[in-house]
């Protein structure tokens, strides 16, 4: 059974920063663009970043320059390093791997960013 498990999450003050982590098991990994997805209360889950195979980056308008998106192929691991964050970067994030060429995707179970002083 595919798996994709979060973690880093937290309570941050505004200006603070965070490391997302997101390991995936049972999938060739390096065949996946994998991304970043978050939701807030009330809202619908938004793009954050995405990451293909060939490390092409893609942002979300809100959060380029601040966030950064990175992949260890070798770990089966996805990264999202968030600098300069802010109270309307409070949601739960998602990370997700989509199979290149494929409809295949998986989701892992969210993991709470809360920015607040």
């Known amino acids: 059974q595919v798996q994709l498990v979060e973690s880093g999450g937290g309570l941050v003050q505004p200006g603070g920063s965070l490391r997302l982590s997101c390991a995936a098991s049972r999938i060739i990994f390096n065949i996946y663009t994998v991304g970043w997805y978050r939701q807030a209360p009330g809202k619908q889950r938004e793009l954050v970043a995405t990451?293909?195979?060939?490390?092409?980056?893609n942002y979300a308008d809100s959060v380029k320059g601040r966030f950064t998106i990175s992949r260890d192929n070798a770990k089966s691991t996805v990264y999202l390093q968030m600098n300069s964050l802010r109270p309307d970067d409070t949601a739960v994030y998602y990370c997700n791997a989509q199979k290149i060429f494929s409809r295949e995707d998986y989701w892992g179970q969210g993991t709470q960013v809360t920015v607040s002083s």
């Open positions: 990451l293909t195979p060939g490390t092409n980056a």
